[in-house]
């Protein structure tokens, strides 16, 4: 039986199997895809640190007591007194753990559900997420070899506080994100213009602010306050865009090669204990136990870390994976003290 158990191989979890091996403690290390990282191995440039996804979590890769166990999807967990057993989807062999830490991760957001901004009809229209996979491959995402002065236009809060998807929460990273695909396109495309749609600009972190006005300063990135009402088809198979400044109060159309829609941060699939998920919050991501220990939850035993709790920024993550691992090694030294008496 292993110490602990992590479900998830994210940065969240990485960094906890890092922190609980390096105490000496066994750990197994869950993800349903073929490798470790999450969506952060899957990003060019993590901004501000000047790395790659691919570098950070090289970084947090622990070589101590630690079993990986790739494509494999948990369908549950029951709890017998200090034990926890972990069944999966088709699996024949379980696993016992003295601890269990769900670091799930987020999904993002599908955008093929805001149906007015085009996405899985029109090739030029795509996602941040395949932004990155673009760059990561090291090809451009838009051909424009039919001009020399490309339009892109990047679209802000697409599943981020949006009444109409059910959706209320900001998915905190977003607006820096977009921004850095700003930047990213001028230079890949230098005599591109490139035009953020955005609802209001929330950058609220280290050095967000300085990369907002680089955007502008350095780069002419244009920004426009207004959400896009609708994406169609155009004249030479252009992109026409609708909107509204809502600063200026004016009606806008503009005519663009390719768009970025910056999806949001949605909750994974829930992980249930003896057959019951674990408590969502109003925004259906994992509940903590309580607002002072936010890494716990109502099950004594089953710690959560990361953005399956909600969306977090890379060094929020790691924070709170540090976290996290504190709270079960007090949990599992309790447990022997306990035992030992």
């Not at 007194?81 to 379980?94: A, D, H, K, M, P």
């Not at 426009?224 to 400044?245: A, C, M, P, T, Y």
């Not at 994976?321 to 599992?332: F, G, Q, R």
Request: charged letters at 20%.
């Amino acid at each position: 039986m292993k110490d602990v158990l992590i479900i998830g191989g994210g940065i969240a979890g990485l960094e906890c199997a890092r922190q609980l091996a390096q105490k000496g403690y066994s750990i197994t290390l869950m993800d349903s895809a073929n490798q470790v990282g999450g969506h952060v191995a899957q990003w060019n440039n993590c901004y501000p640190f000047e790395h790659t996804g691919h570098e950070i979590v090289n970084e947090l890769r622990q070589r101590g007591n630690i079993q990986l166990i790739p494509r494999t999807r948990v369908s549950n967990i029951e709890h017998y007194g200090n034990t926890f057993r972990v069944s999966f989807y088709g699996g024949e062999q379980n696993f016992d753990a003295r601890a269990v830490i769900i670091a799930t991760g987020f999904t993002p957001f599908d955008a093929s559900i805001k149906e007015e901004l085009g996405y899985g009809v029109y090739p030029r229209v795509i996602t941040s997420v395949e932004l990155e996979k673009a760059w990561c491959e090291g090809r451009l995402p838009f051909d424009t070899s039919d001009t020399d002065t490309p339009r892109f236009a990047i679209v802000h809060c697409v599943g981020s506080r949006d009444l109409k998807c059910g959706v209320t929460h900001c998915s905190k990273v977003c607006c820096m994100a977009g921004i850095k695909a700003a930047k990213e396109l001028k230079e890949h495309y230098p005599t591109c213009q490139v035009t953020n749609y955005y609802m209001d600009l929330r950058m609220f972190d280290s050095l967000y602010e300085e990369l907002y006005h680089s955007a502008q300063i350095d780069c002419n990135v244009q920004f426009v306050r207004g959400r896009i009402s609708e994406i169609s088809l155009g004249n030479q198979s252009r992109l026409k865009l609708k909107s509204e400044d809502t600063l200026l109060g004016t009606p806008i159309v503009d005519r663009v090669h390719g768009v970025v829609l910056m999806v949001g941060m949605q909750p994974t699939t829930p992980i249930t204990i003896n057959g019951i998920p674990l408590t969502k919050n109003i925004n259906g991501f994992l509940a903590p136990a309580s607002p002072i220990n936010p890494n716990t939850t109502e099950h004594e035993g089953v710690f959560v870390a990361g953005t399956c709790k909600g969306p977090k920024t890379i060094t929020e993550t790691l924070a709170d994976a540090k976290a996290t691992a504190l709270e079960v090694d007090t949990y599992l030294k309790n447990l022997n003290h306990d035992n030992a008496e």
